[in-house]
């Protein structure tokens, strides 16, 4: 593997939280550190003889690639011609790795000047294998794809004009926006017992639009390999039920006043729930809520051995019009998604929320 330590460290503390970083190591060795810093310099100070340590980072990594924000698309497969190709076509894939992806996986290549020779929009499978997810084995198929992404940060002080520097030196901030070559890695995961296909896109903090596009790049590496996945689900439906399900918080909400007014409503500073939110809780109660049209929720789970709990969290942003079109709710967001297994219940949670189809009048 070419990456290094420090690489593969820094990797797993920006994709996990510390405290759950923390307490996955030191089940290999416990660090009794309790600043992020510290704990990097402890951990760097003996992998490198550690065989345990290092098995237990790459296991991580590869964890974390498949984690943290993911925008998704979940598919219901019922020809069984295409189930049977799908199923075919992820147990017989061939990886044909590219070295630069395969030096470095399961982390991000360390030298952001070599993804300057991978094309974009071009996924570059690099795993195909199975995975239990709770109770439930998948099909996995993880590759990368490669974008620019623009950033914005502080101007150096080596990017300003004399009087720039003076102006910075009394506390005027000078902020620059330059774009940087990003890898990114999605996951594919099939079910043939339930027909369940689930499209996973790394979102890392790119916008929704971006997200979808790289839905689209999934959805055509597979269309180029025989498989029809057809229309993804529509979870619009859920968007109602999940609001006002008694589990868990709510972190956004969008809806539609009895004006035609559309209303976004973000958690407000110190605030559990916008349940609990005195305007929103008057507005309500009013009648002034004509119907919902997006809507984020958490749930925050209890892990032993962590100092912190751990938090997943659903967004379904769907729009104004969809509630008088016919245009679907096809893709949502999983975030701060540290497990597989939380990752999954997000999905389900969905899932479990929609409409059941009514049973035609005979």
């Given amino acids: 593997m070419s990456t290094s330590y420090q690489h593969r460290i820094d990797t797993l503390l920006e994709r996990f939280s510390f405290n759950f970083a923390k307490s996955q190591i030191s089940e290999v060795l ?8 510290v704990f990097k310099q402890e951990v760097l100070s003996i992998v490198s003889g550690n065989l345990k340590l290092q098995e237990k980072i790459n296991t991580l990594g590869l964890l974390a690639i498949q984690l943290d924000t993911r925008q998704v698309e979940v598919y219901f497969i019922r020809d069984e011609v295409t189930k049977q190709s799908l199923t075919s076509f992820l147990n017989t894939y061939q990886i044909s790795p590219v070295e630069i992806i395969s030096d470095a996986f399961p982390f991000p290549v360390e030298d952001v000047g070599q993804l300057s020779s991978l094309k974009r929009g071009v996924l570059y499978p690099a795993l195909s294998d199975e995975v239990v997810i709770g109770n439930e084995r998948f099909r996995r198929l993880v ?6 992404k623009e950033i914005e940060e502080l101007a150096p002080a080596d990017h300003l004009s004399n009087e720039g520097r003076k102006l910075q030196s009394e506390d005027t901030v000078y902020m620059m926006k330059r774009t940087v070559r990003t890898q990114l890695f999605h996951v594919i995961y099939w079910q043939p017992e339930t027909s369940k296909l689930i499209l996973s896109v790394d979102k890392n903090s790119l916008s929704v639009a971006t997200s979808q596009d790289q839905l689209f790049v999934l959805r055509t590496f597979l269309m180029r390999n025989g498989i029809d996945c057809g229309q993804a689900t529509n979870v619009f439906g859920a968007i109602e039920p999940l609001y006002n399900a008694t ?3 709510i972190t956004k909400l969008g809806h539609v006043t009895t004006n035609g007014n559309p209303v976004r409503i973000p958690l407000k500073s110190k605030e559990k729930c916008l349940k609990k939110d005195h305007y929103h809780k008057a507005g309500e109660n009013g009648g002034f809520v004509h119907a919902k049209f997006m809507v984020a929720k958490k749930w925050t789970f209890e892990v032993d ?6 938090d997943v969290e659903v967004g379904l942003m769907g729009q104004p019009k969809m509630l008088d079109t016919a245009q679907p709710l096809s893709d949502f967001s999983v975030n701060d998604a540290k497990r597989l297994e939380d990752f999954r219940f997000a999905i389900d ?4 929320h929609l ?3 009514q049973p035609k009048a005979s």
């Fill in 305 to 310: 051995g962590i100092n912190s709990n751990l």
């Fill in 143 to 148: 590759a990368c794809t490669v974008i620019d």
């Fill in 247 to 249: 589990d868990g918080f």
């Fill in 355 to 357: 409409p059941q189809p």
């Fill in 30 to 37: 416990t660090f009794k550190s309790r600043s992020k810093e």
């Fill in 349 to 352: 949670k969905v899932l479990s």
